[in-house]
């Protein structure tokens, strides 16, 4: 029972190098996410999905771009990394409803270091 | 505004003892979902137990409730007979279905420390 997989678990870049987190999910759902997590920050949302081929901003997606060409995968790309963006990252997807008992489920993120 | 606050930065607390873990939020929104997520030391997020709106009864999960108050916009977690795996910090979630995407909205986080 694979759920949500994030690749890779760890990485670490210098200045201005360019990257692309991957994250797969086998549970057919509509909706996926990308957060990052900053020490007393809780976690931001930084784009999502709500189905194959459709993209959206959240509260920080300013640095990132994301792509979701098939509706089990999604893809966080950082173009040009700045040492802003030393984070963790968790990918997550789920039902549409937010109202349901369905809660959204977790990848186990990706440690990021920039440089 | 913060839509949801967690006002503790740390507990303690005994193994076999009950902790209340305090969480508040903000909507306008109807219709929204309260979720409490585990995340310990490894730092995986664990889900733990979920509160809808419209739900009449407290939820309860094993050893977790939610400790749901409506009128007063809070959903504490309350895990009763503390243990050491306990140890962990906690994250009190909104959904709402009005919200584009219905991504979680989370508060900083609770880090509850658990001695024998």
């Known amino acids: 029972n694979a759920g949500v997989t994030q690749t890779p678990k760890f990485r670490v870049l210098k200045t201005g190098q360019s990257m692309t987190l991957l994250c797969a999910q086998d549970?057919?759902?509509?909706?996926m996410y990308w957060y990052r997590q900053d020490p007393g920050m809780g976690l931001r949302l930084i784009h999502y999905?709500?189905?194959?081929?459709?993209?959206a901003k959240g509260e920080v997606p300013d640095g990132y771009n994301v792509s979701r060409l098939k509706k089990q995968n999604f893809l966080l790309g950082l173009e040009s990394a700045a040492p802003s963006q030393t984070s963790v990252y968790f990918c997550a997807s789920s039902y549409p409803r937010g109202d349901s008992g369905q809660p959204q489920h977790f990848g186990d993120g990706t440690r990021l270091s920039i440089l | 505004a913060q839509k949801i606050t967690q006002t503790q930065p740390g507990m303690f607390v005994q193994e076999k003892e009950a902790v209340t873990l305090d969480c508040t939020y903000d909507?306008?929104?109807?219709?929204?979902?309260l979720f409490w997520y585990k995340q310990p030391s490894s730092g995986e997020m664990i889900f733990l137990i979920y509160?809808?709106?419209?739900?009449?009864q407290n939820a309860t999960e094993g050893r977790y409730s939610l400790n749901f108050q409506k009128a007063r916009k809070s959903a504490n977690l309350v895990i009763s007979a503390s243990q050491l795996g306990d140890s962990a910090m906690y994250f009190c979630a909104m959904r709402e279905q009005a919200q584009a995407g219905t991504a979680l909205i989370f508060g900083k986080g609770t880090t509850l420390s658990v001695s024998s």
């Open positions: 909507t306008s929104d109807p219709s929204y979902g």
């Open positions: 509160q809808g709106s419209y739900d009449q």
């Open positions: 549970m057919n759902h509509e909706y």
């Open positions: 999905s709500v189905g194959e081929g459709t993209t």
